[in-house]
């Protein structure tokens, strides 16, 4: 069975793969990139990249992490009231 981690670079590729897809039909829209619309590559990649935070981000966290999540957390709750 793969790891969280490498569940994550699994999505975080096959993502990656779906964008130069993308790339090559938006930069050449007149070629025959087959039967997959452009949305769909769009839907597919965000979907990698949402699967892959929701696997990363149910990681247990050490107390380093939990602390820089809090001051990360403090520093944009800054920014917002400014």
């Known amino acids: 069975m793969n790891s969280p981690h490498e569940k994550a670079v699994q999505e975080i590729l096959y993502g990656h793969r779906c964008a130069m897809r993308l790339k090559l039909r938006l ?14 590559l769009a839907k597919s990649i965000v979907q990698c990249f949402s699967n892959a935070i929701s696997v990363l981000s149910d990681q ?7 602390s820089s999540d809090l001051s990360s957390r403090d520093s944009s709750e800054r920014i917002l009231i400014l």
């Open 60 to 66: 247990p966290k050490s107390e380093e992490d939990q």
């Open 27 to 40: 930069d050449d829209p007149m070629a025959d990139y087959g039967s997959v619309s452009s949305y769909d």
